[in-house]
Every structure is written in C-alpha cells, then in structure tokens.
C-alpha cells in the first residue's frame, strides 16, 4: 500500500525484554516522527527525523528508549529492559514537509500495540 | 514547551445534533490542524488552517483560525456515527519537532 507501514501491529513481552517497532514511511517523505498513546490518551511525541538532521530525541521518556533512521526510509525504535509502563500504541507517522510550508500535516500509521506484562 | 488546551475532553450527543470544540493556547501557532483518529487507526488529518481569521469547510466540518492566532475551534454539523472518535488539534509554532503541538483530543461518543 500507499501508507504508513507499522509493524508488529501487537507485540506481548514480559517485563524486562528488549522491543523493536518498525516504521516503513511514505516513499519520498523526508520527515519521520513516533508518538506514543497510552490508553485513551494524547499523542506523546517522542523523536523526529528530518532529512539528513540529527534527530530531535527530546521526547524520548529514558535512555531505555531509542530510535535510528537507515538511509533516510525506516526507522526502528527499540525500547530495551521493557516496563510495565511502556505499554501503549507506538504511532509512527511521516511528512514529505520539511520546516515551514505546511510543516504539521502528517500522514499516520496505524500504529504497534505494545503490552508488557 | 508550548501547550494547547482542548475542551471538551468528551462529549456524548444524539445524532443530529451539531458539535463545536477548540483549542487555546497563551503562545502563538502558525498554522492549525484539526486530526480524527478511529478506534484502533492511526489520526487523519482532516483540515489544516494557515491564516489568522482563516475559516475553512470540509463538508459538514468547518474549522477556524483565531484572529490571535493562540485558538482554534472544529465544528461538525448533523452528526452521523462515523463522527465517533477522537478529535485533536494540533498547532505550528517554535520549538523542538517541528514546532509541531498536540491537544490532547476530545472524545466524542454519539448516543442512538
């Protein structure tokens, strides 16, 4: 599909093992953000790509969690030594706007359901 | 960092009836959008505002700019039950990611 390609859709871990989510962008789209949504709950940025920039990290929640962007395409963020407080939707989506213009509209996907026990 | 604050966090309405909520903020954005998320999706954008007194329709749904560029309101006409979900504002302005600022959504469940 056209879309933003989010896997795994769910992922169960126990407590204290190390995750990866992936983010397969909209080809051609230089910016990439991951948000995080507890239940019921707002968006919770997290990290964002842009272009050949460093990477804003300045949501990340703890050094427990990262993120990388291969070849300006998809981007992993891994959460090692998981937490019961981790469990959430991982949102990902990805803007072919860079700053200015109609920096904002983004293009979501549909999101990785991640539960530690 | 900047912060917005939508209201109404939830909203239970019949049917047809019509629906408003917004956002304010005390810092100013450049441009405002209004998302809607479905159960179990990722949010879609459904307008994008980029001037002060803008006034924008997409269908039954009208958004406004507001003149001081600190709020934002959605209104959606005749409810439908496909309008359950999840509405954020988000805002442009400074700062990290773009500038880029979520609301943190109002809920909004339609009785039969």
């Known amino acids: 599909g056209a879309g933003v390609s989010q896997s795994p859709s769910n992922k169960v871990t126990e407590k204290g093992k190390d995750v990866e989510l992936r983010c397969d962008p909209i080809?051609?789209?230089?910016?990439l953000y991951w948000y995080r949504q507890s239940l019921g709950q707002g968006l919770e940025f997290l990290i964002y790509?842009?272009?050949?920039?460093?990477p804003d990290k300045s949501g990340l929640p703890s050094d427990r969690f990262s993120a990388e962007r291969t070849g300006g395409s998809v981007s992993t963020l891994t959460i090692q030594r998981t937490q019961q407080e981790d469990s959430a939707v991982y949102l990902c989506?990805?803007?072919?706007w860079g700053s200015g213009g109609r920096t904002g509209e983004l293009f979501f996907g549909e999101g990785s359901r991640l539960t530690v026990l | 960092g900047q912060q917005l604050n939508q209201s109404p966090q939830s909203m239970f309405i019949q049917e047809g009836e019509d629906v408003s909520m917004n956002c304010t903020s005390s810092?100013?954005?450049?441009?405002w959008l209004w998302y809607k998320q479905d159960p179990g999706e990722g949010p879609v954008l459904l307008i994008a505002?980029?001037?002060?007194?803008e006034l924008t329709s997409n269908g039954r749904l009208t958004a406004q700019f507001g003149i001081t560029r600190k709020d934002s309101f959605l209104n959606i006409s005749a409810s439908i039950p496909s309008d359950v979900g999840i509405y954020f504002c988000a805002g442009v302005g400074w700062g990290g990611a773009d500038g880029l600022t979520f609301g943190k959504g109002t809920h909004l469940i339609i009785q039969p």
């Open positions: 810092s100013i954005f450049n441009t």
């Open positions: 080809s051609g789209h230089t910016a």
């Open positions: 989506a990805s803007s072919p």
């Open positions: 790509f842009q272009g050949n920039s460093a």
């Open positions: 505002l980029y001037k002060a007194g």
